[in-house]
């Protein structure tokens, strides 16, 4: 299937509309793939966690210590292990 370059441009401005919500929403902090930026915000909700400014290591209030919060995109034929939601 060949993809008009059109349909790409079209595909590429509803990526960036997204990329300005999740943005707007405070999910992501930057206009770089969403993936590491949401990581970092749901680890933040459930361990309640200061994230800090970005390329800063992120403050565990509860050791006292920052870490580096670290995620990667799985593609469908790689196994997607479950998010735990406890």
Same mark, same amino acid.
């Not at 590429?12 to 969403?34: A, C, D, F, G, W």
């Not at 993936?35 to 909700?45: F, H, M, P, Q």
């Given at each position: 299937?060949?993809?008009?370059?059109?349909?790409?441009?079209?595909?590429?401005?509803?990526?960036?509309?997204?990329?300005?919500?999740? @943005?707007? *929403?405070?999910? #992501?902090?930057?206009? $770089? =793939?969403?993936?590491?930026?949401?990581?970092?915000?749901? &680890?933040? @909700?459930? *361990?309640?966690? #200061?994230?800090?400014? $970005? =390329?800063?290591?992120?403050?565990?209030?509860?050791?006292? &210590?920052?870490?580096?919060?670290?995620?990667?995109?799985?593609?469908?034929?790689?196994?997607?292990?479950?998010?735990?939601?406890?």
């Amino acid at each position: 299937m060949m993809i008009a370059e059109k349909d790409v441009l079209k595909l590429m401005h509803k990526y960036t509309q997204i990329l300005e919500e999740l @943005k707007q *929403l405070e999910v #992501t902090r930057t206009y $770089n =793939s969403p993936v590491g930026d949401y990581a970092e915000w749901l &680890t933040s @909700k459930k *361990l309640d966690l #200061t994230l800090e400014h $970005n =390329s800063k290591k992120d403050l565990m209030p509860w050791i006292k &210590t920052k870490r580096d919060i670290k995620s990667k995109a799985v593609g469908k034929e790689e196994k997607q292990p479950p998010i735990a939601d406890n």
